[in-house]
């Protein structure tokens, strides 16, 4: 009968019929599909002696607090992936200043994305194939269906018209699976409950979390918030009961007090849903003292904030990120 570790092994067969000796280059974006997709991919290909796969990570200055140091880890020293880390925070930044509307932002990040990924594709000699960590409801999700929204909510973004612009088949060998089923085959291949449990995030990252315009300033205000909160959340055990928890980093200024000084600093916004596939969540009921909790550390820890709010809203009316 049906198995993951069964299942294992037959995508792995299917991978090399497929990939043969040709090259691979995946994208990771730190999340669980890419990275499960990518594990996998190197465990079908790597006794054939040469390096196949090459993982390349894109740092755009809009990732959490230690993220990139935590695919480095994992990629390069746990699992030995080649993999290469593109330091692109500056080209990020400067093509974000002076943009304030969401779709901008979401258009310039995922054309800057395509970009870089296609440059550094080049300098390791290019590859045959484009691994992707595509799943079940993303392949249901880009086909249009009756009686939904006929206007474009969100674009998001991907690496799509990539494989045609540098000639590359697709490998994307979660195609068939749920979230809940990729999890499983990521614990099959050695990740760690942490690892496989983690939050969905946003390709855009942290810039759709700045309403208003991205700086690396702003940036690094929103990361110490954000992994305040989400320590306090784990502490209380929390964090596998809720869909998505994060922070969002407000264009407005109030005045506040800090012993005997006024403050005039930003208002950090806390945002914690639960849904089973993010097209509607319910808001997730906090006990007033754990948000007391965080919004004190918040503003004693993070310089640049002074007030902390929780969103109330569900989706709908609500979207999940702010932007
Ligand atoms: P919304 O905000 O539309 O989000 O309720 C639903 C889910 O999608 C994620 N999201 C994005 N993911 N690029 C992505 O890759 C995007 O531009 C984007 N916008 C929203 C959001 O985090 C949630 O899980």
Do not use: A, Y
């Given at each position: 009968d049906w198995t993951m570790a069964a299942y294992r092994e037959t995508k792995k067969a299917e991978i090399r019929a497929q990939v043969g000796d040709g090259k691979v280059i995946c994208g990771l974006s730190g999340g669980v599909d890419s990275s499960v997709a990518a594990i996998l991919i190197h465990e079908a290909l790597?006794?054939?002696?040469?390096?196949?796969l090459t993982c390349v990570f894109v740092d755009h200055g809009l990732l959490r607090l230690n993220e990139r140091e935590q695919v480095e880890t994992l990629f390069r020293d746990h699992y030995n992936i080649p993999l290469v880390v593109v330091d692109a925070e500056e080209r990020f930044m400067s093509g974000l200043a002076g943009v304030t509307d969401p779709e901008k932002k979401r258009k310039f990040i995922g054309a800057e994305f395509i970009n870089v990924f296609e440059e550094e594709a080049k300098k390791i000699g290019g590859a045959d194939f484009l691994a992707q960590g595509t799943l079940y409801p993303d392949v249901i999700e880009s086909v249009s269906f009756t009686g939904?929204?006929?206007?474009?909510?969100k674009s998001h973004h991907n690496v799509g018209g990539l494989p045609e612009r540098m000639n590359m088949k697709l490998v994307e060998?979660?195609?068939?699976?749920?979230k809940d089923e990729v999890r499983e085959l990521g614990r099959e291949l050695g990740l760690n409950d942490q690892f496989v449990g983690r939050h969905p995030f946003p390709g855009p990252g942290l810039a759709i979390r700045i309403p208003g315009e991205v700086t690396k300033e702003r940036c690094d205000i929103l990361r110490k918030a954000d992994a305040i909160y989400l320590d306090e959340i784990r502490k209380a055990g929390l964090y596998d009961a809720i869909w998505q928890a994060f922070a969002v980093l407000l264009p407005v200024k109030t005045v506040g007090v800090m012993g005997d000084y006024r403050t005039y600093d930003s208002v950090c916004a806390l945002r914690a849903v639960t849904s089973t596939d993010g097209m509607t969540a319910d808001v997730y009921p906090f006990d007033a003292a754990f948000l007391t909790q965080c919004a004190t550390r918040i503003v004693n820890e993070v310089?640049?904030?002074?007030r902390v709010v929780y969103d109330y809203t569900s989706k709908p009316p609500g979207t999940i990120e702010w932007e």
């Open positions: 790597k006794d054939s002696g040469t390096d196949q939904g929204p006929s206007v474009t909510i060998p979660l195609r068939e699976l749920f310089q640049g904030v002074n």
